[in-house]
């Protein structure tokens, strides 16, 4: 024990640490999931690979999030998952409870030069 809080892949059925997992949610009145590890909710975790992500299928989903899942929105939560799997400054922000979404993002950073 003392490895951290363990999450289920909802591709794979693995259980594993959370640090190496991916958590999307899917905030009331938002259109698009996105990956943050701390937003209130209901969430769903997934291994940051090709191949749990080329497994994974619209009714993991439906059934995580207890909501019908469009074929659009399945594609943009696969799209958020790679997007925060292929970036580690968005794994970085999805850790400390920012969000990532897919589509572009605009990310405030405190540089201390002045331009």
Do not use: N, Y
Not at 67 to 87: H, K, M, N, W
């Amino acid at each position: 024990m003392g490895g951290g809080p363990e999450r289920t892949c909802i591709a794979c059925r693995t259980a594993g640490p959370a640090s190496g997992l991916v958590r999307l949610t899917w905030p009331t009145g938002v259109d698009r999931p996105v990956a943050d590890r701390l937003a209130p909710g209901r969430g769903a975790w997934l291994h940051p690979t090709e191949s749990c992500m080329g497994a994974l299928r619209s009714g993991d989903l439906a059934r995580a999030f207890r909501r019908t899942i469009s074929p659009e929105g399945f594609g943009q939560a696969l799209a958020v998952c790679r997007g925060a799997a292929g970036d580690p400054s968005l794994q970085a922000i999805a850790s400390d409870g920012g969000s990532v979404s897919s589509g572009p993002l605009s990310i405030p950073v405190e540089t201390g030069i002045d331009p």
